[in-house]
T-cell receptor, first 115, second 110 residues
């Protein structure tokens, strides 16, 4: 069964450093998403992406965040200058098409620890 | 803005039925989904309601009342493996913006 994959599984970085989190969505999916989840809290929407453009973004997704689909398979989230409060689990998700966007397939997540 | 409220914890006995409620306030509502998340795992899609009424998928059913801004997830014949957190989520912006609820931690006891 196809699945969303994410690398690395755990990333430790120092405050102020840039990090890139990588995701490979399911191959025939068209919509891509990033979420974060601070330990013990709810899942928070960051951004959705379709046709090489951001579709929607939340107030969390400020100028320090960016997303990119650099090739036909990868989808990345860049955090330019990490802060302590960026420590969280980051989930990538994908969905097949607009009508099926309610059914999102999540990757296993990348745990980001900012020290 | 969007807001969703769920009970924080629910405990139920193996084999029983449990209902997890979700009330929401949102603009541009498209539908309500439910996701399951085991500790340390990723959210997994369970069900979706766009219209009022009940949707059934095996042991899981989900209900929506758009006029009441309310939905619930019903789990029947509870099994120990159902112990997990359950999140409701509302879609807006043409399904491109998703707001998750606060989550309900379900503990199934023997």
């Amino acid at each position: 069964e196809p699945e969303v994959t994410q690398t690395p599984s755990h990333q430790v970085t120092q405050m102020g450093q840039e990090v890139i989190l990588r995701c490979v969505p399911i191959s025939n999916h068209l919509y891509f998403y990033w979420y974060r989840q601070i330990l013990g809290q709810k899942v928070e929407f960051l951004v959705s992406f379709y046709n090489n453009e951001i579709s929607e973004k939340s107030e969390i997704f400020d100028d320090q965040f960016s997303v990119e689909r650099p090739d036909g398979s990868n989808f990345t989230l860049k955090i330019r200058s990490t802060k302590l409060e960026d420590s969280a689990m980051y989930f990538c998700a994908s969905s097949k098409d607009r009508e099926g966007s309610y059914e999102q397939y999540f990757g296993p997540g990348t745990r980001l620890t900012v020290t | 803005g969007q807001s969703l409220e769920q009970p924080s914890e629910v405990t139920a006995v193996e084999g029983a039925i449990v209902q997890i409620n979700c009330t929401y306030q949102t603009s541009g509502f498209y539908g309500l989904s439910w996701y399951q998340q085991h500790d340390g795992g990723a959210p997994t899609f369970l069900s979706y309601n766009a219209l009022d009424g009940l949707e059934e998928t095996g042991r899981f059913s989900s209900f929506l009342s758009r006029s009441d801004s309310y939905g619930y997830l019903l789990l029947q014949e509870l099994q120990m493996k159902d112990s997990a957190s359950y999140f409701c989520a509302v879609y807006s912006g043409g399904y491109q913006k998703v707001t998750f609820g606060t989550g309900t931690k379900l503990q199934v006891i023997p």
